[in-house]
């Protein structure tokens, strides 16, 4: 009896074990590139090394800086659909919307996700993320479906949100709560 205890101990442990560690649906930020070229951190140097040249500069706003330490006075950089934080010859990856550019992609380790990207193929490779739609309007109006995968790191408190209309993907963004 005491032996038979022990084993089924042992396989409740074993059990929860495996389904905890196949229920990690995360993206890991130093895995992560854009089109498999441009680092999500990489300085402006590099940056205008690689013959690329921003669209626009903006001012970011404490919206966009919340939660981001030392990011006063950084500016938003804006590169076909990409958007960085930038400050201190320091690019930061925000965002990137497909509308803008349909040959821009977020490659990852194991994935990529671009603007063919459909709902159905994201709720087959992450299941976890796609059970829990939360719903968001931009400030023209346009509604979408938003799903949230976490970053790897656990001290990360960010977010990987990714937004769909119509059931394409239609922008991803790094999402950094204010403290």
């Not at 038979?4 to 995360?26: G, N, V």
């Not at 995968?149 to 204010?178: Q, V």
């Amino acid at each position: 009896m005491l032996f038979a205890m022990k084993i089924f101990t042992y396989l409740i442990l074993l059990c929860s074990l495996c389904a905890y560690s196949q229920d990690m649906e995360t993206i890991s930020w130093a895995g992560a590139s854009m089109n498999d070229r441009i680092a999500l951190t990489i300085s402006y140097k590099e940056f205008q090394k690689m013959g690329r040249k921003a669209d626009s500069l903006a001012v970011a706003t404490p919206q966009d800086i919340c939660g981001m330490k030392n990011m006063e006075g950084a500016q938003l950089l804006y590169f076909k659909g990409i958007k960085y934080l930038f400050k201190n010859d320091t690019l930061t990856f925000r965002g990137v919307d497909f509308s803008k550019r349909k040959f821009m992609y977020l490659a990852t380790k194991d994935d990529w996700f671009d603007h063919s990207t459909t709902f159905k193929a994201f709720a087959k490779a992450y299941p976890g993320s796609a059970a829990y739609p939360d719903y968001s309007e931009d400030e023209d109006g346009n509604e979408y479906e938003m799903y949230t995968m976490l970053p790897d790191d656990d001290t990360d408190a960010s977010e990987w949100r990714f937004y769909f209309t119509n059931g394409k993907l239609h922008h991803i963004d790094y999402w950094t709560p204010c403290e």
